[in-house]
């Protein structure tokens, strides 16, 4: 099994205590930074780069300071979102008992998806900008 595959579709936390539960989903945290952080990088990235088109074509980009503290607030909150993860599993548990689906590498990966794609959308919004401006110009 690939790694990638191993990292998408790991097996649940073996033991079902809090203890393990949290375990589970903290080993991935870093995993979920990284990769987390490096959409942002692409959008601040694509953000800053659209600033910096000729008069009339760019979009009118915050300075990057903005930008980057932006990013870090942005950065904390996804972090707190990722720790509702193992809440929302123990909390399954609680409900539920032995009955409780192992919903951990769902809960993860849907997580995961939603936070990339949130992290992106920006970059929609600013390609979305620069056509219309060109659309504007050669057509206004």
């Known amino acids: 099994m690939s790694q990638l595959v191993q990292f998408l579709y790991p097996l649940p936390a073996a033991r079902r205590t809090p203890g393990a539960v949290i375990k589970w989903w903290e080993g991935r945290r870093p995993a979920f930074n990284l990769i987390v952080g490096a959409a942002g990088c692409a959008t601040i990235a694509l953000a800053t780069l659209a600033g910096a088109l000729p008069a009339g074509f760019g979009t009118d980009a915050p300075p990057l300071r903005f930008l980057l503290g932006g990013a870090a607030v942005y950065g904390v909150l996804a972090n707190l979102c990722y720790s509702l993860g193992?809440?929302?599993?123990?909390?399954?548990?609680?409900?539920?008992?032995?009955?409780?689906?192992?919903?951990?590498?769902?809960?993860f990966r849907q997580g995961l998806i939603f936070s990339v794609g949130l992290t992106l959308f920006p970059i929609t919004l600013v390609v979305l900008g620069v056509a219309f401006r060109v659309l504007g110009r050669l057509f206004g």
């Not at 599993?89 to 809960?107: F, I, K, N, S, T």
Request: no cysteine; charged share 25%.
């Open 86 to 107: 193992p809440l929302a599993e123990l909390a399954m548990y609680r409900v539920w008992g032995d009955d409780a689906p192992r919903a951990g590498p769902v809960l």
